[in-house]
């Protein structure tokens, strides 16, 4: 049975016997937030009590009453979810409710009688929304709209910083996006990322607090772990790194001493900073041994890997990369970790998601340890987590807190809840295997189009595509097609012989793409506008019209 929230003021209070009577006759629960007379109130306190319940589900819709409801309906329509609307004939109600899909009625109590509110509740309760393409893409072109909402009172308090997220929004809005390592969040991910938890100082973990008044965090944390371990299969979660780095780095530091040996693949060969980088804390603490692909098929050569793993004895082994296109064996790491007496770390920042939507194999089962971001493919803010094992989980979160880090950052930690949740919905595997479909479908379209790929194609979300044996430099490649509203990025391929400034190659991915809506055909379409950049870095006039083609179709396909 429906519930309906109802609001009044003072000005409304002549008109609310009536509503009231008609929804008791049809049976409808009602939770009558008042007021219950005509002293004088403040509309935006019932406004909001009534919109607070339509949000969260506490009730189905929502009527608010006031003199001439354009106090109400202005307040109503603050809130997320909320589409409310004056009404002051049945017809209008009816239309609203069969177009609009209003939830949140306003009627006016100046202006029309008890019998008249009555007959227009009676017309919104009884009109459904028709639900037809051309109503709802009107809607979705409003929800869109919302996501600069969310900044409004930003453009008064700082008019700069507003000017900025405003042009991201747009450049969002108007190119496509297919940086491997980026996605869009939902806006119940934003809405977590921006809340008030950003307030709250909460050193140690649930029920161990330094700090007093920890009680609503703790319940977040415990959400996040636990949707974490029945996402992944685990025995141990910890979410409190503030991202994939600090994952790594807990883990190493809680296993490791300085010096020790860690066998990794190197970062020219598709492994990640972290992994033993000299530039990075990994390469200057630690006695890095690194793996590389095949020279013959550009893959991981596992009986290689294994002879160097068992050469080196390596405390640590290290799999997983950042551009690395095809899929890992963990089971054969495992065996070779075993047989080298060494720790297997899995760092699945980059297929995360994939494998929480089971287009992947899992390591979790396998390793010692599973480090990952939470935005990529797993499509939650930037930050990170670790997985283990039950018997290392002391270790670990000892050196995550105090050891390493300070507060959580509880905003982001209740981010990440909302993404466990979101991907442990049905609908959420059959995004991460769209993501791998577009993969292969835009390589094998820029396969046709006569560029060479890293190992000849992908498994994942990313693809390395070679454009030095097409004469190119990454970083050229790269700005022609930002240029041109394609926003990708330069990256070293494996055996590379130019910078890393520079590179011979560029790394796309699908994700975000994927994320919009978009499927193989605009994978096709996507990969022949590609060619026609690449074959023609230097025509300004050519990425100028290719530029704006890419804005009308990216409109079409909205970002969260």
Same mark, same amino acid.
């Given at each position: ?21 008609? =929804? ?23 406004? $909001? ?33 909320? %589409? ?20 949140? =009625?306003? =009627? ?25 393409? &051309?109503?709802? $893409? ?8 919302? &996501? ?7 453009? %008064? ?51 161990? +607090? ?19 371990? !029945? ?8 979410? @409190? ?14 296993? /490791? ?15 990640? *900073? ?13 006695? #890095? ?6 020279? &013959? ?12 793993? /068992? ?27 075993? $047989? !080298? ?37 797993? +499509?939650?803010?930037?930050?990170? =987590? #670790? ?41 959420? $595997?059959?995004?991460?295997? @769209? ?5 292969? +479908? *835009? ?20 693809? *390395? ?65 590609? !060619? ?12 100028? %019209? ?15």
């Amino acid at each position: 049975m429906m519930k309906i929230a109802l609001g009044n003021d003072h000005g409304g209070f002549k008109i609310k016997a009536a509503l009231l009577k008609l =929804l008791r006759q049809r049976g409808i629960e009602v939770d009558d937030c008042g007021t219950f007379d005509t002293q004088s109130v403040d509309y935006s306190d019932y406004a $909001r009590e009534v919109c607070e319940r339509v949000v969260d589900g506490r009730a189905g819709r929502g009527i608010l009453l006031c003199t001439t409801g354009t106090g109400m309906a202005i307040a109503a329509n603050r809130f997320s979810g909320v %589409r409310a609307a004056v009404c002051d004939t049945p017809d209008r109600a009816a239309r609203g409710r069969s177009h609009n899909d209003i939830n949140v =009625l306003v =009627l006016a109590g100046a202006i029309i009688s008890p019998e008249e509110a009555a007959a227009i509740a009676a017309a919104w309760l009884d009109t459904p929304f028709d639900g037809g393409e &051309r109503h709802a $893409r009107r809607l979705q072109k409003i929800e869109r709209a919302g &996501r600069l909402s969310e900044i409004a009172l930003l453009g %008064r308090a700082d008019p700069e910083v507003h000017a900025a997220i405003v042009g991201h929004t747009v450049q969002e809005d108007t190119t496509i996006n297919l940086i491997a390592s980026e996605n869009y969040v939902s806006r119940a991910v934003r809405e977590a990322q921006g809340s008030v938890l950003t307030n709250k100082y909460s050193e140690g973990y649930p029920g161990k +607090r330094w700090y007093s008044g920890c009680r609503f965090v703790d319940d977040v944390e415990r959400l996040a772990i636990e949707r974490a371990k !029945a996402l992944f299969g685990a025995e141990h979660v910890n979410v @409190q790194p503030h991202c994939g780095s600090s994952a790594n780095m807990a883990v190493y530091f809680a296993m /490791l001493q300085p010096g020790d040996t860690i066998m990794a693949m190197s970062l020219d060969q598709g492994g990640h *900073l972290t992994h033993g980088s000299p530039v990075n804390f990994s390469g200057r603490l630690f006695n #890095i041994v690194s793996y590389k692909v095949s020279e &013959r098929d550009e893959r991981l050569d596992y009986d290689a890997i294994e002879a160097q793993a /068992l050469a080196c004895k390596p405390k640590l082994i290290v799999a997983g990369g950042s551009a690395y296109p095809r899929t890992l064996d963990f089971t054969r790491f495992r065996a070779i970790a075993d $047989r !080298a007496g060494a720790l297997l770390m899995v760092d699945m920042a980059h297929i995360a998601g994939l494998i929480a939507g089971g287009v992947h194999p899992s390591p979790v089962p396998l390793a010692d340890f599973v480090t990952s971001t939470t935005h990529k493919t797993l +499509r939650g803010p930037r930050s990170g =987590l #670790i997985i283990c094992r039950e018997k290392y989980a002391q270790a670990i979160d000892k050196t995550v807190f105090p050891g390493l880090q300070g507060g959580p950052l509880q905003h982001t930690t209740a981010a990440k809840a909302v993404c466990f949740r979101e991907a442990l919905q049905p609908d959420f $595997r059959d995004y991460a295997a @769209q993501i791998v479909a577009n993969a292969r +479908r *835009l390589a094998e379209a820029l396969s046709g189009h006569g560029f060479r790929l890293v190992s000849g194609g992908t498994d994942t979300h990313l693809m *390395l595509v070679n454009v030095g044996a097409s004469g190119l430099t990454g970083k050229d490649a790269a700005a022609a097609l930002d240029r041109a509203g394609i926003i990708g990025n330069k990256n070293a391929i494996p055996f590379d012989t130019k910078s890393p400034f520079v590179t011979s190659g560029v790394r796309l991915g699908t994700a975000s793409a994927t994320t919009r809506g978009m499927r193989e055909p605009e994978m096709e379409r996507i990969a022949g506008w590609i !060619a026609e950049v690449l074959n023609h870095v230097s025509d300004e006039a050519l990425q100028v %019209r290719i530029r704006q083609e890419v804005a009308g179709f990216a409109r079409a396909f909205a970002v969260p």
